[in-house]
């Protein structure tokens, strides 16, 4: 036990201090104007508990949307399967962006990842068996950070992170979209606290349950 602690506090100090030396959102958004358009975002899940989004899925969603709008992102990969709560993630959030004008086809669905690293390496792959060759990852400043090394040293085609810009968010959030969640409910759900230990979750995380495929 004293072990795991110790693994998951190195982890934190570990992603904490990298973050000191991650480019600001507001750098990354210029370089990502300077170097548009992409053929697709990646936009990893939230839980949804089937009533309203949370403040972190609608965060993602609405910056997809901007980006695309805005010609910067030409698709969208939504991310994440039932993972702790009977709700498909990235369903959900392709549901949302529906409503707030992303047409449906220039939205994409993976459904199966459990955990960030997992959003990220199977959106990838479904990325390049689309085509689609310019890359990038869109969500918070956190995440981004967290995933950066992954990014850099897992795969072969380049991928970009475009983490939303605070000042630029609240301009454009105030958007109330209603959806009708039950397509994206999963009957006979079992959350990964059950399916998975602690330990289990967190090597997911850190994305030792991927199984690598060759470029």
Same mark, same amino acid.
């Given at each position: 036990?004293?072990?795991?602690?110790?693994?998951i506090?190195?982890?934190?100090?570990?992603?904490?201090?990298? /973050?000191?030396?991650?480019?600001?959102?507001g750098?990354?958004?210029?370089? /990502?104007?300077?170097?548009?358009?992409?053929?697709?975002?990646?936009?990893?899940?939230?839980?949804?508990?089937?009533?309203?989004?949370?403040?972190?899925?609608?965060?993602?969603?609405?910056?997809?949307?901007?980006?695309?709008?805005?010609?910067?992102?030409?698709?969208?990969i939504?991310?994440?399967?039932?993972?702790?709560? *009977?709700?498909?993630?990235?369903?959900?959030?392709?549901?949302? /962006?529906?409503?707030?004008?992303?047409?449906k086809?220039?939205?994409?669905?993976?459904?199966?990842?459990?955990?960030?690293?997992?959003?990220?390496?199977?959106?990838?792959?479904?990325?390049?068996?689309?085509?689609?060759?310019?890359?990038?990852v869109?969500?918070?400043? &956190?995440q981004s950070?967290?995933?950066?090394?992954?990014?850099?040293?897992?795969?072969?085609?380049?991928?970009?992170?475009?983490? &939303?810009?605070?000042?630029?968010?609240?301009?454009?959030?105030?958007?109330?979209?209603?959806?009708? *969640?039950?397509?994206?409910?999963?009957?006979?759900?079992?959350?990964?606290?059950?399916?998975?230990?602690?330990?289990?979750? &967190?090597?997911?995380?850190?994305?030792?349950?991927?199984?690598?495929?060759?470029?």
């Amino acid at each position: 036990m004293l072990r795991y602690f110790l693994l998951i506090l190195s982890s934190i100090l570990l992603f904490s201090s990298c /973050a000191l030396f991650r480019p600001s959102p507001g750098r990354l958004f210029k370089r /990502a104007v300077k170097n548009q358009p992409y053929d697709v975002i990646i936009v990893p899940g939230c839980p949804f508990d089937g009533k309203d989004w949370s403040l972190p899925m609608k965060g993602r969603v609405i910056w997809a949307c901007y980006l695309i709008n805005k010609g910067i992102a030409k698709n969208v990969i939504f991310s994440g399967g039932s993972v702790y709560t *009977p709700y498909v993630e990235s369903k959900i959030m392709a549901l949302y /962006a529906e409503q707030l004008g992303v047409p449906k086809e220039k939205i994409f669905i993976e459904d199966k990842a459990e955990h960030t690293t997992e959003n990220i390496y199977n959106s990838y792959w479904i990325a390049k068996e689309k085509g689609f060759t310019k890359i990038a990852v869109a969500s918070d400043q &956190f995440q981004s950070n967290l995933l950066m090394g992954f990014t850099k040293r897992r795969f072969k085609l380049p991928i970009a992170h475009i983490p &939303f810009v605070v000042d630029t968010l609240k301009t454009i959030d105030n958007v109330h979209p209603i959806i009708s *969640p039950e397509s994206a409910h999963v009957d006979n759900f079992k959350s990964i606290v059950e399916t998975q230990t602690k330990r289990q979750r &967190f090597r997911g995380t850190r994305g030792k349950n991927i199984i690598f495929r060759k470029e």
